[in-house]
Nanobody, 124 residues
């Protein structure tokens, strides 16, 4: 699985940005897609995820401001970010979780894939 992210940039506080990510390769194995972010000196944290069935999950810090969406026909995931704050400044990474079946009994394992990261900077 390969992930190509786009979007990001510099925006003033209160503004909006939209991130997009396109998946290619073994896309039929992808179950969950999402966005994570990493600020300088901090760990990479989950921002939002969405399952193939459309179930979403958001970090508390972005609830009500960010919206994740997924187009299974185009193999893309997007993150609409509104009401941006300076604390949203980070490198944002697209993520995909793919499931691989090991045997006929259904044993499987998951593997994480990451995009190249895109910088989001919010000026106050």
């Amino acid at each position: 699985v390969q992930l190509q992210a786009s979007g990001g940039g510099l925006v003033q506080a209160g503004g909006s940005l939209r991130l997009s990510c396109a998946a290619s390769g073994s896309i039929n194995r992808i179950k969950v897609m999402g966005w994570y972010r990493q600020a300088p000196g901090k760990e990479r944290d989950m921002v939002a995820t969405i399952s193939s069935g459309g179930t979403t999950n958001y970090a508390d810090s972005v609830k009500g401001r960010f919206t994740i969406s997924r187009d299974n026909t185009k193999n893309t995931v997007a993150l609409q970010m509104n009401s941006l704050k300076s604390e949203d400044t980070a490198i944002y990474y697209c993520n995909a979780e793919a499931t691989y079946v090991i045997n006929v009994e259904g044993a499987s394992y998951e593997r994480q894939y990451w995009g190249q990261g895109t910088q989001v900077t919010v000026s106050s």
